[in-house]
Structures are given as structure tokens and as C-alpha cells.
């Protein structure tokens, strides 16, 4: 079955940067790949409901980003890889939060309702404070 491992967070000051990683495994059909997966980013800070970040479509080319992280998160995808990334910069308090990716097999859409989404990583937690 389907799996996502989330990476790549910690703790940071306000202004810096990380990146995360969601590598994608377990696909349950041959010649099934990550470029046939919807791919999202959410994240749920203490006493709040989770929330979308961002989503990228199978095959990469069309991403979305909630308002709050436009302009300092950037979404890609390498499907030789099988892995996702989550590029944040000028990171601030309110970002701190776990993050979850998660995936779907579906083509040509980006989805930023948790509703869509199949398979959900175990969360990575990010930390922005000084």
C-alpha cells in the first residue's frame, strides 16, 4: 500500500528557511508512479484545525498555495524520485505547526480539501522560534 514519510523539520529561527522532503513508496500497481498522485502539504499547529498549505498536481506542472505562505513557500516534485518538497522561506511563528504531506491517484487536478486525499504521512514537525 501507499506510503509517505515526511522529513526535514525542526527548529528555526524566524527568517530562516528549511525544507521538506515526502517520499512517496508502495505503489500498488506496475507501472504506477508518483506523476498518476496528487500531492498536498497541510499542517495543524496546536489547538487549531489542520489546514491546506499547498498541493502540486501529478504531473508537476500546476501547484496552489494557501494565502498565508504565498510568496515564501514553493511546492516541486521529482517523480524520478518519488518524493515531494515543501521549499520554505522567510519562515515566521504562526508557521510552526507538524506538517503532513499526503497523496492521491488522481490526474490533473490540485486538491487543498483534506477530503480528496487517500494516504497521509505521519507529520514532521516545524518550529520557528529564536
Known amino acids: 500500500q501507499l506510503q509517505l514519510v515526511e522529513s526535514g523539520g525542526g527548529l528555526v529561527q524566524p527568517g530562516g528557511s528549511l525544507r521538506l522532503s515526502c517520499a512517496v513508496s508502495g505503489f500498488a500497481a506496475s507501472g504506477d508512479s508518483l506523476d498518476d498522485y496528487v500531492v498536498g502539504w497541510f499542517r495543524q499547529a496546536p489547538g487549531k484545525e489542520r489546514e491546506a498549505v499547498s498541493s502540486i498536481n501529478s504531473s508537476g506542472a500546476t501547484t496552489v498555495y494557501a494565502d498565508s505562505v504565498k510568496g515564501r513557500f514553493t511546492i516541486s516534485k521529482d517523480n524520478a524520485k518519488n518524493t515531494v518538497y515543501l521549499e520554505m522561506n522567510s519562515l515566521k511563528s504562526e508557521d510552526t505547526a507538524v506538517y503532513y504531506c499526503?497523496?492521491?491517484?488522481?490526474?490533473?487536478?490540485?486538491?487543498?480539501?483534506?477530503?480528496?486525499?487517500?494516504?497521509w504521512g505521519q507529520g514532521t514537525q516545524v518550529t520557528v522560534s529564536s
Open positions: 499526503a497523496a492521491n491517484r488522481l490526474h490533473g487536478i490540485v486538491a487543498m480539501l483534506e477530503i480528496l486525499y487517500k494516504t
